[in-house]
């Protein structure tokens, strides 16, 4: 009968429910250990509490700021460029120092000597002073030199094409992961507004209606198990977000959450 139907389907949904239920206490448990080797403690030393939303879990998928600003600020904080330019300071400062030794190395000593005494003529000795100049003039390193200058210039180059193509990579996965962000913000946004508050409405106005024994049962239980699945979605879109995120200010180099 169509009764009987119902209440196969009915269970049939109801198993799928139990089956997905089963899979998210699982990967609740491996995140819990997860979280446990992480932080190289005791089972007992975290809660990861499971009743209710925690007022610092985000709810939302929150605006953030300009792909132009995250690329300026890229260019100043990323780590690897920044060891790069550190790298880059220091050869110049190498090739510096090595052209220099082309130039003579100078010393001037000076001395001053006081005579006692008299000539036999029954005159004052004079005093003395010296002075020496000492000139070093590299005449048989200057290949060598030259050779220590043009390494150094090379290395220079290589770093110099090395930032340029570090710059060009940061830049592009910046825009890639904002991209993502910003679909992943417009369909929650979408679910915010549109999609979950007509299957809250959807869901209720069947509840009433099967209360007024206008409906089966088991449109009552589709209309929750829809607005379930609704409710999910969102959930992994901001869960996505957050991970996206993550790269993004791994990439910045400084941390962009709440940025707008």
């Keep these: 009968s169509s009764g009987q139907s119902d209440v196969f389907l009915a269970q049939l949904e109801l198993t799928r429910v139990l089956e997905r239920e089963i899979e998210l206490n699982a990967r ?6 997860s979280l446990i080797s992480i932080l190289m403690t005791g089972h007992n030393c975290i809660t990861l509490d499971k009743g209710g939303i925690n007022k610092d879990i985000l709810t939302s998928v929150l605006a953030i700021g300009s792909m132009e600003g995250y690329i300026k600020d890229a260019m100043q904080f990323n780590p ?3 060891e790069k330019e550190v790298a880059l300071s220091i050869k110049e400062n190498l090739r510096q120092l090595k052209r220099l030794s082309y130039y003579p190395d100078f010393s001037i000593t000076g001395a001053y000597g006081r005579r006692f005494g008299d000539k036999p003529t029954g005159e004052k000795r004079p005093d003395f002073a010296s002075l020496l100049v000492s000139l070093n003039i590299p005449l048989f390193y200057k ?4 050779q220590e200058v043009l390494s150094a210039s090379q290395d220079i180059m290589s770093i110099k094409y090395a ?3 570090i710059k060009d990579d940061i830049t592009g ?4 992961l904002y991209e993502q962000y910003s679909g992943i913000y417009r369909q929650q946004r979408l679910y915010e507004t549109t999609i979950i508050p007509k299957a809250r409405a959807t869901l209720d106005a069947i509840r009433a209606s099967y209360l007024a024994g206008n409906a089966d049962i088991l449109a009552l239980f589709k209309a929750e198990l829809m607005l379930y699945k609704f409710e999910e979605a969102r959930v992994n879109l901001i869960s996505n977000a957050q991970k996206i995120l993550a790269k993004l200010s791994t990439l910045i180099g400084r941390d962009i959450q709440g940025d707008k």
């Design 173 to 176: 996965k910046i825009k890639a």
């Design 80 to 82: 690897i460029l920044k």
């Design 28 to 33: 609740y448990k491996s995140v819990e250990k």
């Design 143 to 146: 290949d060598k030199q030259r």
């Design 163 to 165: 930032i340029e193509s």
